[in-house]
């Protein structure tokens, strides 16, 4: 499965973007996905995630400013953000969490949020 994603942009703070990561198979009713972005120099973390049932967790850096989706039928996946800050600022990839029995996908080369302040 490849997952490709897109969306990003240059936006100042406060603004809005949507990524959006498309995969190439029917895999978001079978696994929970995820959000994770890069800032220069720093590790890759965790933003958001979604479980094939839709329930929804987010880092406490982005709560109640972005908000995960699945379109099952269009094998897609959503992150509406809002309130955008600087800090914000990073490479964007989706994949999925990873279990014992199913490690991480592709990761794709992600897709760049700059958010000026």
């Known amino acids: 499965v490849q997952l490709q994603a897109s969306g990003g942009g240059l936006v100042q703070a406060g603004g809005s973007l949507r990524l959006s990561c498309a995969a190439s198979?029917?895999?978001?009713?079978?696994?929970?996905m995820a959000w994770y972005r890069q800032a220069p120099g720093k590790l890759r973390v965790w933003v958001a995630a979604?479980?094939?049932?839709?329930?929804?967790n987010y880092a406490d850096s982005v709560k109640g400013r972005f908000a995960i989706s699945v379109d099952n039928p269009k094998n897609t996946m959503y992150l509406p953000m809002s309130s955008l800050k600087p800090e914000d600022t990073a490479l964007y990839f989706c994949?999925?969490?990873?279990?014992?029995?199913?490690?991480?996908?592709?990761w794709g080369q992600g897709t760049l949020v700059t958010v000026s302040s």
């Open positions: 994949n999925r969490i990873p279990t014992p029995q199913s490690g991480w996908l592709s």
């Open positions: 198979g029917s895999i978001f009713s079978i696994n929970t």
């Open positions: 979604i479980t094939p049932g839709g329930r929804a």
